[in-house]
């Protein structure tokens, strides 16, 4: 069974820095990607950033670029989002997803989940994030 927890968030002012993790059971993370998204009241899902699960080229949007680092620790199945430099539009819950393998490369497939044209088909219970200006 395919679980997913995410941990980490908070409340921090901006400017200031959180790590999230997000702890996968029932499969490994070299078997599919996993990509961070986001969702503020109001505002439609946002694809934060992604992993492949193969050869861990990463991605972001656009939003977080330069401020937002994901990366793995395949020996604990657990994925981070490092989050610095927060700002009050970063507020949101977080939610890290993963879906199963479609007949594209990984790469592709996280593509995909960043821009919405692939749904996931596991998602956590997600973690509040809230920035004060």
């Known amino acids: 069974q395919v679980q997913l927890v995410e941990s980490g968030g908070g409340l921090v002012q901006s400017g200031g820095s959180l790590r999230l993790s997000c702890a996968a059971s029932g499969f490994t993370l070299d078997s599919s990607p996993i990509v961070w998204f986001r969702q503020a009241p109001g505002k439609e899902r946002e694809g934060v950033s992604c992993?492949?699960?193969?050869?861990?080229?990463?991605y972001y949007a656009d939003s977080v670029k330069g401020r937002f680092t994901i990366s793995r620790d395949n020996a604990k199945n657990t994925v981070y989002l490092q989050m610095n430099g927060l700002e009050a539009e970063d507020t949101a819950v977080y939610y890290c997803?993963?879906?199963?393998?479609?007949?594209?490369?990984?790469?592709?497939?996280?593509?995909?989940?960043?821009?919405?044209?692939?749904?996931?088909?596991?998602w956590g219970q997600g973690t509040q994030v809230t920035v004060s200006s």
């Open positions: 997803a993963t879906g199963s393998l479609r007949d594209i490369t990984v790469q592709a497939m996280c593509v995909g989940f960043m821009d919405g044209d692939i749904d996931y088909d596991f």
């Open positions: 992993i492949s699960s193969n050869d861990g080229s990463t």
